[in-house]
């Protein structure tokens, strides 16, 4: 696979988000011994930047990621694992922020003990927890680079201000947001689900153009679900869906937002098609050519579509390939 950097050290220019082997989607799929192997198996195809957190399936994802890495393949992957949202089925959407400095280190040592590792290459704070001061929380966070138990720090779905203000502190290695054909809101474009980002950005507004900012920073840009929730691979054609998958529940997934929302689909295949490709591998190398610096983390828990995914590194879209692609619908709904 063809590589990028990532703090200096190069890692597979397709990354693998690990999310839905634990949580959030299909868990009637869930197998761990299936998501074991595919782990390892993304490794000897170059997937090599993996993503997970503390909150997805509330520590079982990374216990799996752990265990995946056991034996010998801990070295060849670069770890990222998030602090800041924690289980909490009494809360809206079945989780809560903390971002308390001593939540922040007792949670790391959690990770290090599921992960099974002693060093995280790349910890983010996974969500702006808006009663903690954020210059506190990444104080914190720095504390554990300094202690040798966190190489990289990272943030989630910030703004541009926020990013900026903490660089100020401490580097920020990394930026995750949500990016895809379907949702732009990290490259600056108008509209975006405000809500999802902190309580600094009003309603109606967006976080800046967190893409530029990373790239003028030396920071990578890393896309989560750059498949819009697999709906870009024109797979998903129906809303039924698994009463435990979230997006049965989401806007844009709702069966009339699903229905006009195909358009976008019908130009990501049309684009797939002149390239003997995939939708799947379209999408994702959109990702891929908004800058060296964009590390995308599709997710799976399918061998098939592990391989598919890791192929999207080798799609070189044209300059109509990319006119074609920005050119697609405004989709119908907010993005949660």
């Given at each position: 696979?063809?590589?990028?950097?990532?703090?200096?050290?190069?890692?597979?220019?397709?990354g693998?988000?690990?999310?839905?082997?634990?949580w959030?989607?299909?868990?009637?799929?869930?197998?761990?011994?299936?998501?074991?192997?595919?782990?390892?198996?993304?490794?000897?195809?170059?997937?090599?930047?993996?993503?997970?957190?503390?909150?997805?399936?509330?520590?079982?994802?990374?216990?799996?990621?752990?265990?995946?890495?056991?034996?010998?393949?801990?070295?060849?992957?670069?770890?990222?694992?998030?602090?800041?949202?924690?289980?909490?089925?009494?809360?809206?959407?079945?989780?809560?922020r903390?971002?308390?400095?001593?939540?922040?280190?007792?949670?790391?040592?959690?990770?290090?003990?599921?992960?099974?590792?002693?060093?995280?290459?790349?910890?983010?704070?996974?969500?702006?927890?808006?009663?903690?001061?954020?210059?506190?929380?990444?104080?914190a966070?720095?504390?554990l680079?300094?202690?040798?138990?966190?190489?990289?720090?990272?943030?989630?779905?910030?703004?541009?201000?926020?990013?900026?203000?903490?660089?100020?502190?401490?580097?920020?290695?990394?930026?995750?947001?949500?990016l895809?054909?379907?949702?732009?809101?990290?490259?600056?474009?108008?509209?975006?689900?405000?809500?999802a980002?902190?309580?600094?950005?009003?309603?109606?507004?967006?976080p800046?153009d967190?893409?530029?900012?990373?790239?003028?920073?030396?920071?990578?840009?890393?896309?989560?679900?750059?498949?819009?929730?697999?709906?870009?691979?024109?797979?998903?054609?129906?809303?039924?869906?698994?009463?435990?998958?979230?997006?049965?529940?989401?806007?844009?997934?709702?069966?009339?937002?699903?229905?006009?929302?195909?358009?976008?689909?019908?130009?990501?295949?049309?684009?797939?098609?002149?390239?003997?490709?995939?939708?799947?591998?379209?999408?994702?190398?959109?990702?891929?050519?908004?800058?060296?610096?964009?590390?995308?983390?599709?997710?799976?828990?399918?061998?098939?579509?592990?391989?598919?995914?890791?192929?999207?590194?080798a799609?070189?879209?044209?300059?109509?390939?990319?006119?074609?692609?920005?050119?697609?619908?405004?989709?119908?709904?907010?993005?949660?």
């Amino acid at each position: 696979m063809r590589s990028r950097t990532f703090a200096g050290t190069p890692v597979g220019a397709v990354g693998l988000g690990c999310m839905g082997m634990s949580w959030a989607y299909t868990t009637s799929e869930r197998d761990d011994d299936v998501s074991i192997a595919l782990i390892r198996e993304a490794l000897d195809l170059g997937v090599t930047f993996l993503d997970t957190a503390q909150v997805y399936g509330d520590g079982h994802n990374e216990a799996l990621v752990g265990r995946a890495l056991a034996g010998g393949h801990r070295e060849r992957a670069v770890l990222a694992t998030k602090t800041g949202l924690l289980v909490d089925r009494d809360a809206p959407g079945g989780m809560r922020r903390d971002a308390r400095p001593e939540f922040v280190k007792s949670s790391a040592e959690e990770s290090l003990r599921r992960l099974d590792t002693d060093v995280i290459d790349l910890y983010y704070l996974h969500r702006v927890d808006p009663g903690v001061p954020i210059a506190e929380t990444w104080g914190a966070m720095a504390d554990l680079v300094a202690e040798g138990k966190v190489r990289h720090l990272g943030l989630s779905e910030v703004t541009v201000a926020q990013a900026e203000d903490l660089h100020a502190l401490h580097p920020v290695a990394a930026i995750q947001s949500e990016l895809s054909l379907w949702t732009r809101d990290a490259m600056g474009a108008p509209g975006g689900s405000a809500g999802a980002f902190s309580g600094d950005v009003s309603a109606g507004e967006g976080p800046g153009d967190v893409v530029g900012w990373c790239a003028a920073n030396g920071a990578a840009f890393v896309p989560f679900s750059p498949l819009g929730r697999g709906f870009l691979t024109g797979t998903v054609t129906s809303a039924d869906f698994e009463r435990t998958d979230f997006r049965g529940a989401n806007p844009r997934f709702q069966e009339e937002a699903l229905k006009a929302n195909l358009r976008i689909v019908d130009v990501v295949k049309e684009v797939a098609a002149r390239h003997g490709a995939t939708p799947a591998q379209v999408a994702i190398a959109w990702t891929l050519a908004q800058g060296a610096h964009v590390l995308p983390i599709p997710g799976t828990k399918k061998p098939r579509y592990l391989r598919e995914n890791a192929g999207a590194a080798a799609l070189d879209l044209t300059e109509a390939d990319l006119a074609q692609l920005d050119g697609i619908p405004a989709p119908v709904g907010s993005r949660y």
